[in-house]
């Protein structure tokens, strides 16, 4: 079975440290991988995706990719408490493009 | 270039009346994705869509639930005979032929009273 594995929290973290949101995936072969962010209430939006093993930056935000290790982690530098959302994580892993979907991690940023 | 849109955004329905929803992709997307989302739970997988096409409905429940993505219009989501489970939001999301981002809709929120 396919599956994409997220601790649900809540991960706790203080204003203006790291908070590090982890994620594993059961097949050897997925290729592409996106975080998603969801606030309370609202719909999914795209933070980032990342296709190949190592890091990729975008502003506060970075993606790290391991396919050997098959997990995948978000970090958010200088964390704010407007970074107080879901983190889902979702993975394709057929050809089909579709995606599977992590329940997601709550993340609470405490000023 | 406009989002994802669906609509209505909120719908209030009896037990027992039916439900629709709609959805139009972004501009240039061909596939269409539908989830439900219950309150403090994760995004649930519905059905997949292409134009015209169900190219998976594996979340789809057996009854009462249907889905289409006519060749024009927008893709519509169909619920007969709703119950209190239903209540839940319902989200809509966009992908291009050759992309496997996904986009997502506002949400419609269904109350079955």
């Known amino acids: 079975q396919k599956e994409v594995e997220q601790n649900s929290g809540p991960l706790s973290v203080p204003e203006g440290a790291i908070a590090s949101l982890n994620c594993t995936y059961s097949d050897r072969v997925s290729q592409s991988f996106f975080w998603y962010r969801q606030y309370s209430g609202k719909s999914p939006e795209l933070i980032m995706s990342i296709y190949s093993n190592g890091d990729k930056e975008d502003g506060r935000f970075t993606a790290q990719l391991n396919k050997a290790s098959q997990y995948v982690s978000l970090l958010i530098r200088d964390s704010q408490p407007s970074d107080s959302a879901t983190y889902l994580c979702a993975v394709v892993m057929d050809s089909n493009y579709q995606l599977i979907w992590g329940a997601g991690t709550k993340l609470i940023i405490k000023p | 270039n406009a989002g994802v849109m669906q609509n209505p955004r909120h719908l209030v329905r009896r037990r027992g009346q039916e439900a629709r929803l709609r959805c139009s992709p972004m501009k240039g997307h061909s596939h269409v994705y539908w989830y439900r989302q219950l309150p403090e739970e994760g995004l649930k997988f519905m059905v997949y869509l292409q134009k015209e096409n169900i190219i998976d409905e594996s979340g789809m429940p057996k009854e009462r639930f249907s889905a289409e993505f006519p060749k024009e219009g927008p893709s519509i989501l169909r619920i007969q005979q709703v119950v209190r489970g239903d209540s839940a939001a319902y989200f809509c999301?966009?992908?291009?032929?050759?992309?496997?981002?996904?986009?997502f809709g506002p949400g419609t929120r269904l109350l079955v009273l």
């Open positions: 999301a966009s992908s291009p032929e050759t992309e496997e981002t996904q986009y």
